[in-house]
Nanobody
Framework: QVQLVESGGGLVQPGGSLRLSCAAS????????MAWYRQAPGKERELVAG???????NYADSVKGRFTISRDNAKKTVYLQMNRLEPEDTAVYYC?????????WGQGTQVTVSS
């Protein structure tokens, strides 16, 4: 059974930082591309950052220079380091794995940026 479990969300003030984690089980983690998406109320889910099995990364323009995605294949975990957070970053953040046609999603973790 595939499980992606996100953690690390919470309430943070503007300008603050959070690190999200996504622990995977039931998949061959090292061969999967991993990504973080987010969905704000009333908006569509959007890609935030992705990392290939080989470690190549890509980011949404809105988070470039502030967020960093990384992976630890030994721990089967992908991370999203979020710095200089803005109120516009408030959303539910989801982890996604992909290998060929197989896509799996986590349950999401809430990130709220507010003073």
């Amino acid at each position: 059974q595939v499980q992606l479990v996100e953690s690390g969300g919470g309430l943070v003030q503007p300008g603050g930082s959070l690190r999200l984690s996504c622990a995977a089980s039931g998949i061959m983690f090292s061969i999967n591309a991993m990504a973080w998406y987010r969905q704000a109320p009333g908006k569509e889910r959007e890609l935030v950052a992705g990392i290939s099995s080989g470690g190549n990364t890509n980011y949404a323009d809105s988070v470039k220079g502030r967020f960093t995605i990384s992976r630890d294949n030994a721990k089967k975990t992908v991370y999203l380091q979020m710095n200089r957070l803005e109120p516009e970053d408030t959303a539910v953040y989801y982890c996604k794995s992909n290998y060929r046609s197989a896509n799996y999603w986590g349950q999401g973790t809430q990130v709220t940026v507010s003073s």
